[in-house]
């Protein structure tokens, strides 16, 4: 069984560029969760994509965008970046639709913006 | 809305020593809680959770919480504290009503074990 990953680990942008995370989610997980932690906060909610489908998304604006594809790996796009976008981004899967099943974290990709 | 406190930014415990970690919570309905660790550059890794049942919930590592309902708490319990435990600690909350499996995050609190 394989965890999840994320690419890049690491990302340096600058104001008003646009930028794509990568998510593999774990083996068996078809709903992908997206969350910024801004330092010294807590993981905020972005969105939640389900068999392809976004099916619930926090408080971003439009230009964070997202994509589930097939095999359940999943994009974070991110336009017309701005300073306070810099943060580690966080994908996290789970199995099923369950609202109780736990999430399994990957490791996050750290975007700066300069 | 949901939402999640960890009123404590940093603790410290001696090694060999109990650690508490306290979290309340607000939800409209039921709640399921969790706890997630974070170590220096690390993604999170899932502890412990309730769902139902028990209010004594035994995780990894040797860590438990204890769901309090009328105390709207869910504190986070290691009865001997290791140097290896320090690293940050998260409180997460999800309402049983929510239509999608998302979490709320508290903003964290630090925990650091002494020799």
């Known amino acids: 069984e394989t965890g999840v990953t994320q690419s890049p680990t690491h990302l340096i942008k600058t104001r008003g560029q646009q930028v794509t995370l990568r998510c593999s989610s774990q083996?068996?997980?078809?709903?992908v969760s997206w969350y910024q932690q801004a330092l010294g906060q807590g993981p905020q909610f972005i969105f939640q994509y389900y068999r392809e489908e976004e099916n619930g998304r926090g408080n971003f604006p439009p230009r964070f965008s997202g994509l589930q594809f097939p095999n359940y790996s999943s994009e974070l796009n991110v336009n017309a970046l701005e300073l306070d976008d810099s943060a580690l981004y966080l994908c996290?899967?789970?199995?099923?639709?369950?609202?109780?099943?736990?999430?399994?974290f990957g490791p996050g990709t750290r975007l700066t913006v300069l | 809305a949901q939402s999640v406190a960890q009123p404590e930014d940093q603790v410290n415990v001696a090694e060999g020593n109990p650690l508490t970690v306290k979290c309340t919570y607000s939800?409209?309905?039921?709640?399921?809680l969790f706890w997630y660790v974070q170590y220096p550059n690390r993604g999170l890794q899932f502890l412990l959770k309730y769902i139902t049942g028990d209010n004594l919930v035994k995780g990894s590592y040797g860590f438990e919480a204890e769901f309090n309902k009328s105390q709207t708490s869910f504190h986070l319990k290691k009865p001997s504290a290791l140097v290896s435990d320090s690293a940050l600690y998260f409180c997460?909350?999800?309402?049983?009503?929510?239509?999608?499996?998302?979490?709320?995050f508290g903003k964290g609190t630090m925990l650091l074990v002494s020799p």
């Open positions: 997460a909350v999800r309402d049983k009503n929510s239509g999608y499996s998302t979490l709320t």
């Open positions: 939800v409209s309905g039921n709640p399921y």
């Open positions: 083996s068996g997980h078809n709903t």
């Open positions: 996290a899967s789970t199995e099923g639709g369950s609202t109780y099943n736990e999430q399994f």
